[in-house]
């Protein structure tokens, strides 16, 4: 089986603090993907990275930067964390195949709380 | 850019009762899939559908993509408790990566 992690389930942070969100996946697999997920608005790409130390942005980048120095780990920063980035945080990885036809497998979550 | 679009967000049945929701694109999809997040938990994978007319069943779930592979359906028979969450759909986007509909929350009343 596939298996995501994600450093942390919750955590709370303080307004300008830089937040690391860490992901990894165990399957070898290319693609690995950052997402928010907050009420109403689904789930909203943030970073996405297809090979290491590569990036896209995906449609919500702006706040955040990425890092995947590691084919297993992709990590999400927030350089000075504000209370518009509290949300659910969700890592996906998946294989490298045809372009938007790969299945997604997620992680558990990290509910971040900025104050 | 290209979006697929789930309408309306909250559903609540009875238990017992069938459940049918939508995915609708305004342009041709090469696939589409389709995910389910319980309460608390991730998205996990359900199903791909590629062909156009495709039906597919999973117990008292059945998918089905339209003859133009613009739209897609997700018929649930006798809802039960178990069934509760949110379903996404999910088809290429602009940036060629997966998008996600907003997805349709369903409650079942026991």
């Known amino acids: 089986d596939v298996k995501v992690t994600q450093s942390s389930r919750y955590l709370v942070k303080r307004t300008g603090e830089k937040v690391f969100l860490e992901c990894v996946q165990d399957m070898d697999h290319e693609n690995m993907f950052w997402y928010r997920q907050d009420p109403g608005l689904g789930l909203r790409l943030i970073y996405f990275?297809?090979?290491?130390?590569?990036?896209e942005k995906g449609d919500i980048p702006e706040g955040y930067s990425v890092s995947r120095e590691k084919k297993e780990r992709f990590s999400l920063i927030l350089e000075s964390a504000s209370t518009n980035q509290t949300s659910m945080y969700l890592c996906?990885?998946?294989?490298?195949?045809?372009?938007?036809?790969?299945?997604?497998?997620f992680g558990p979550g990290t509910r971040l709380l900025v104050l | 850019g290209q979006q697929v679009m789930q309408i309306p967000q909250y559903q609540h049945v009875q238990e017992g009762e069938d459940f049918t929701t939508y995915c609708n694109s305004s342009?041709?999809?090469?696939?589409i899939q389709w995910y389910k997040q319980r309460p608390g938990g991730h998205p996990v994978f359900l199903i791909q559908?590629?062909?156009?007319?495709e039906v597919k069943k999973q117990k008292r779930l059945t998918f089905q993509f339209g003859e133009a592979k613009k739209n897609s359906s997700l018929h649930i028979t006798a809802t039960q408790t178990t069934d509760v969450g949110t379903y996404f759909c999910?088809?290429?986007?602009?940036?060629?990566?997966?998008?996600f509909g907003k997805g349709i929350t369903l409650s079942v009343r026991p």
């Open positions: 996906a990885s998946s294989l490298l195949g045809l372009a938007g036809q790969e299945t997604q497998y």
């Open positions: 990275s297809y090979d290491v130390k590569m990036k």
């Open positions: 559908l590629v062909k156009s007319g």
């Open positions: 342009t041709t999809l090469s696939n």
């Open positions: 999910a088809g290429p986007g602009a940036n060629s990566k997966l998008t």
